[in-house]
């Protein structure tokens, strides 16, 4: 091995030491002199408050100065989360203890959901940039889609009016904040945060696609949830399933990459560990002829409708899955609804026999607001008596009617001609458009026509040109 030659002034100062301790002491007296201490990660909290802060960070697996102040009443979490001071000591006593399905850890969850329910997001329409709306509704759609698919007990809808909202959807700028939202982590009920607020600054500042925006509030709608970012320390106790998952939505630098899916295997985890599918009986919806309505939600997800107010949750040639209720008008038997639609962010539409509608949730059509009740305007020369299916485009909310005569139209939930009419379509051979029972459409663009034989076909194209089978329906 060859020597390397030690300039003399580095080795008298190595020697120095040994020189002093020669000369000035017996080797008896020497200890081992301790190393420097290193400079600490976190200064040493002052109040109680900085405290908790402290303690709330190291539970999150994040590094202490990870949590900053924000304002005098917020604390600023990562970057991008900010906390209310007043209610991080109640967090940390009303947190639940959730057993991990896959493991043999508990998770200190804040935002473990028990019953199914909707969290309703509500927004200023008018008051947001352009291709802003959209990609809201785009990223509630993604969010739903995991969630329903993997028979989580909520989902997210968006409301124009602020009135019943859970979430408010905000629009500020943070000069100093080098992110696209800044969110409210979820209080202590566990229930989500309180707001989104969207930076327009940063919007000024980068040059974003629309892509990269609804990326970037998928990741924020996760933190409104509570999940933290998954490039946190693997040693935390706070481990929700997508821990070093460089593919995660809620990775920190998510947005910025070229992620070709929104979802990574280890988000997919996470949902099925925290938002655990309800214990449903799984059970058949029956004969497709009985329904009252048959509809496809974001994650193509299939929901028959039956008329004694049964919902079972299964695919589109699968009517077979796990059942639950479903609530309509207190007024009119379900037995009345004509067919059932579904919105991009998951918004229910169900349509009467006798001209009227209602809009709400999943589980509860007639809930925005309860029991309203609104009157439909069809295309001229069509009527209830000729209207036999609707769906919804889940990328622009287009409304779509089909009728028995072979036509069908564009419109809103409640101007069914607003767009256009008279468009022709056909039915494969060996049916016959009397024979159609309901209609749907998935995230895919395609649509879905039911038979009443339990048969069902799909197309690519709005006149279901060039249509997939039709293939049997599992009923039984």
Known sequence: ????PVPMKVLSAALLPVIFYSCGSKVTDLEPTPPAPKPPVYEIPKTPQDTLAFIYSRTLGLDSTAVKAMDENNLLVDGDMTLPKSTLAQMFSTFPLVEAKDSSKTIKSPYVVNNYRVFKIGYHPGQTAP?????????IAHWNGILILNGAEFNFMAYSDPGPSDIMFYTSSYLLLDVPFVVSLPTSTGQPGASITLNTTYLQVHNITKDQLVSAMVHALGHILGLQHSDRKMT????????????????ANFPQGPHTKMFSK???AMVKRLFPAPKWPVQSAGQIKDLVGIEMTAGNATLYYTKDGKVVRGTWNNAVGPMTTYEGRTDIPNTEIAEIACSGANRFYAYFTNGWYMNGEMYKLGNNPIDGYIQAHPVPGQSMATFIGTTVKKDNDDCYYWYSDGTYSVGRSGYWAQYSYGNTFTVPT???ISDIKAIASDDEGRFY???????????ASLNHSNPEGPVAVKIN
């Open 1 to 4: 091995m060859r020597k390397i």
């Open 131 to 139: 291709g802003v709306e959209s990609a809201l509704y785009s990223a």
């Open 236 to 251: 935390s106790y706070y481990d929700a399933g997508n821990i070093g998952d460089l593919e995660s939505v809620m990775h």
């Open 266 to 268: 280890g988000d997919t």
């Open 430 to 432: 060996g049916k016959k």
């Open 449 to 459: 026509f039911w038979y009443k034989d339990n048969t069902v076909s799909r197309s």
